[in-house]
């Protein structure tokens, strides 16, 4: 899957940007302040609804408009199909979706579209951040290749609220909340199984990911469901009911789930240098590129900012040959045009130059083939 055609309107200092990618790598240069970020931040809301910059949508509309709008073709790599997608944030604050004319009901079906893996600044929360970071990453992962994820992970939020809400009454109703924690149940059970079906899946294209990088060592991903598994989920919430009401929330479930990442049989975050652990971020996002395109025959798209400030130059090396490797299209930004010179210059790929919420296409890259 990749996009051929993009159309950026009124993100941020990007007023009207036209770019025809590259269904492999394409290269985003130039100053700071230019618009670099703001060309991901651009795909980025095309897949997910939403910027990873600020939750307010209204921050990222241009200063001098009311709206912005990011359109673009993408082609399937299994069937070979066109789609048209676009996003649009209106003056009156609401934001739409459509993909071939049609609307869509929700991100979530912006997010299935769009298969997208963001790396920047931040990223190295993954492993250092809290749990929340880790489940994010694994229900991406299990989002994109368990059909039946969506519906089970939905109901569980759901009933979950239910039982929180309930616990934050005053006098609470006991023959509700055994209702509740009665429904909670196998939903967390259900949660879990696919959790964990998806990470036995994920151990080997990790394995093939953190060996094409040097100096990574033996990677392993263990997961915590959210609770003692000594004891069944219903011995749990017994256990726990008086504290739950206490603390008006539900201490132990799969909401309480955590990937423990080690290295070499040590905890990640405690013995690998910042360098290492955005590597291995690199390695983790690669690793579920690679298990996705497996299983569903699509690739996936990365979005790589400032990837000069993030790795050294072997390793940038090493990124971009793996990208190639799994045929993801890929679009990264620098400040300096030099940086990624020697990276692709075997490659086909496609340079654009930006220049203050401008892009213009590098002629002096004419290896690009579209
Ligand atoms: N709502 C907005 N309207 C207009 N301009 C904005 C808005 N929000 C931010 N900007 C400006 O957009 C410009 C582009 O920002 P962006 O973060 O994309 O730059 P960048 O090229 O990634 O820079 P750097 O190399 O420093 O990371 C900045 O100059 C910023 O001040
Ligand atoms: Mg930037």
Not at 139 to 161: A, I, N, P, S
Not at 162 to 188: K, M, S
Request: charged share 25%.
């Amino acid at each position: 899957m990749f996009l051929s055609q993009l159309d950026i309107f009124q993100v941020r200092n990007l007023e009207s940007v036209r770019a025809s990618c590259h269904p492999q790598a394409n290269i985003i240069y130039g100053p700071n302040g230019s618009g670099k970020t703001s060309f991901l931040e651009s795909i980025y809301m095309l897949g997910r609804g939403r910027s990873f910059r600020h939750r307010d949508l209204r921050v990222v509309v241009n200063n001098a408009a009311d709206e912005l709008v990011v359109s673009a073709r993408l082609t399937r790599d299994s069937t070979g199909s066109n789609h048209q997608l676009g996003i649009k944030r209106t003056s009156k604050g609401r934001f739409e979706a459509r993909v071939d004319g049609n609307s869509l009901q929700s991100a979530v079906q912006l997010v299935s579209e769009l298969p997208l893996q963001l790396i920047d600044a931040h990223s190295f929360m993954l492993l250092e951040g809290g749990p929340l970071q880790r489940r994010q990453f694994l229900d991406w992962g299990v989002f994109h290749v368990e059909h039946g994820y969506t519906d089970v992970w939905r109901r569980f939020q759901k009933t979950l609220k239910q039982r929180n809400q309930l616990l934050r009454h005053g006098r609470i109703d006991e023959e509700l909340l055994r209702v509740w924690t009665a429904e909670l149940i196998p939903l967390c059970e259900q949660v879990t199984d696919f959790r964990r079906r998806y990470l036995s899946g994920l151990a080997e294209p990790l394995e093939k990911a953190v060996s094409a990088f040097d100096g990574l060592g033996q990677v392993s991903l263990e997961y915590y469901c959210g609770w003692d598994e000594s004891r069944t989920l219903q011995e749990v919430y017994a256990h726990d009911q008086a504290r739950d009401v206490v603390t008006r929330s539900t201490s132990h479930g799969a909401h309480r789930a955590d990937i423990k990442i080690k290295v070499d049989g040590q905890p990640a975050a405690d013995h690998l240098s910042r360098g290492q652990i955005k590597l291995l971020v690199y390695a983790l996002k690669l690793a579920q590129a690679s298990h996705y395109r497996e299983k569903s025959g699509e690739s996936c798209l990365f979005l790589l900012d400032d990837l000069p400030a993030e790795l050294d130059y072997q390793h940038r090396g090493q990124v971009i040959a793996y990208l190639n490797h799994l045929g993801c299209q890929y679009f990264v930004t620098g400040v300096d045009k030099q940086d990624f010179e020697c990276l692709v210059e075997k490659l086909p790929h496609k340079m654009f130059h930006m220049e203050h919420g401008a892009t213009s296409v590098d002629e002096t890259t004419g290896i690009e083939s579209l």
